[in-house]
């Protein structure tokens, strides 16, 4: 079986300021992983995924994740973030070769100062 | 630009009344899933639909919710008697299941449907 783990349901920063949420999962095959975003009143929509190749990818709205499979994580990070990257950020696996299906972590809010 | 489309965007209806929330998922895909959201239980998966068959809905109370895809262009999330308990964001995703369905398990979401039940 899956589990994610999103440690922070909540992330202050100042705009301009870089930001990571962490995210970090438990699984005993190879998994697909994903970040996806909901704005407020939104559904949601994928940020950006690892699916094999290299460890940094890079997504929409300038950010990216690093999958580090020693650790088992994939945390998100944006250089410097803008009032407009105000939402709701969702880490989530999916195992290959399988029928299971996605596993959604609890969800981090992140939430931008002027 | 292929999407899932959700109907109604809103409803509020009293307690007891049925609730009839549709979902057109993306031609093509062969998942459907079915989530709630509220603030104090966040995101949880109500109902999941592989090629139409019901694989999982053990996250959705049986006595008074049902689901059902009657095509593979439509997918129903039924509430009948509703309570205000159910007040809620409800959504709707397709994908292609990484089983043999050529695909990642990536999952693309409707707007949701917001249901208020007085």
């Known amino acids: 079986a899956q589990s994610v783990t999103q440690l922070d349901s909540q992330v202050p920063v100042f705009e301009e300021a870089p930001v990571e949420l962490r995210c970090n999962y438990s699984?005993?095959?190879?998994?697909?992983l994903f970040w996806y975003v909901q704005y407020p009143n939104q559904g949601l929509q994928l940020l950006l995924k690892?699916?094999?190749?290299?460890?940094l990818v890079k997504g929409i709205n300038g950010f990216e994740a690093e999958f580090n499979k020693s650790q088992t994580s994939f945390h998100l990070r944006k250089p410097s973030v803008h009032i407009s990257d105000t939402a709701e950020y969702f880490c989530?696996?999916?195992?290959?070769?399988?029928?299971?299906?996605?596993?959604f972590g609890s969800g981090t809010r992140l939430s931008i100062r002027p | 630009d292929a999407r899932v489309t959700q109907t109604p965007r809103h409803k509020v209806t009293e307690m007891g009344q049925e609730v009839t929330m549709r979902c057109q998922p993306i031609?093509?895909?062969?998942?459907v899933f079915w989530y709630r959201q509220t603030m104090m239980q966040g995101l949880e998966l109500l109902a999941y639909?592989?090629?139409?068959?019901?694989?999982?809905d053990s996250g959705m109370p049986k006595d008074r919710f049902s689901a059902e895809m009657p095509d593979a262009t439509l997918a129903t999330l039924k509430i009948q008697p509703s309570e205000p308990r159910d007040s809620a964001v409800y959504f709707c995703?397709?994908?292609?299941?990484?089983?043999?369905?050529?695909?990642?398990?990536?999952?693309?979401f409707g707007e949701g449907s917001r249901l208020t039940v007085l």
């Open positions: 995703a397709s994908g292609l299941g990484t089983s043999g369905g050529g695909g990642t398990g990536e999952l693309f």
């Open positions: 699984s005993s095959v190879s998994v697909y």
């Open positions: 690892y699916l094999s190749g290299s460890t």
């Open positions: 989530a696996v999916s195992p290959y070769s399988s029928a299971s299906k996605i596993i």
């Open positions: 031609l093509g895909h062969n998942t």
């Open positions: 639909f592989r090629n139409r068959a019901p694989l999982d």
